[in-house]
Nanobody, 129 residues
């Protein structure tokens, strides 16, 4: 059974930083992409960032570009989202997810929540002003 477990969320002041982690277990993964999404109260889940298997390619939502960095270590089945210069509008529950490529690995597929196969339970990030 595949499990994704996020950690690292919390309360931080605007301008601060947090590093989210996501550990995958339950099977061996090959050639999968990873993604981070977030959902604020009363809003739909939105794309934050994606990374391909080799970590040579990353894609970010415009709202976080230049502030967030997506890293992964396939040997450890772990990924991280380094979040810098946090803003109150970054407040949300953050979810990591695995994309096995059923819909390919285009930007359109990797930015769509429906293309992802496995999800973590989420971790709360709250940024105070």
């Amino acid at each position: 059974q595949v499990q994704l477990v996020e950690s690292g969320g919390g309360l931080v002041q605007a301008g601060g930083s947090l590093r989210l982690s996501c550990a995958a277990s339950g099977r061996t993964f090959n050639n999968v992409a990873m993604g981070w999404f977030r959902q604020a109260p009363g809003k739909e889940r939105e794309f934050v960032a994606a990374i391909n298997w080799s970590a040579e390619w990353t894609h970010y939502a415009d709202s976080v570009k230049g502030r967030f960095i997506f890293l992964r270590d396939n040997a450890k089945n772990t990924e991280w989202l380094q979040m810098n210069s946090l803003k109150p509008e970054d407040t949300a529950v953050y979810y990591c997810a695995i994309n096995e490529g059923r819909a390919g690995f285009s930007v359109a597929a990797l930015t769509s929540a429906t293309s992802y196969d496995y999800w973590g339970q989420g971790t709360q990030v709250t940024v105070s002003s």
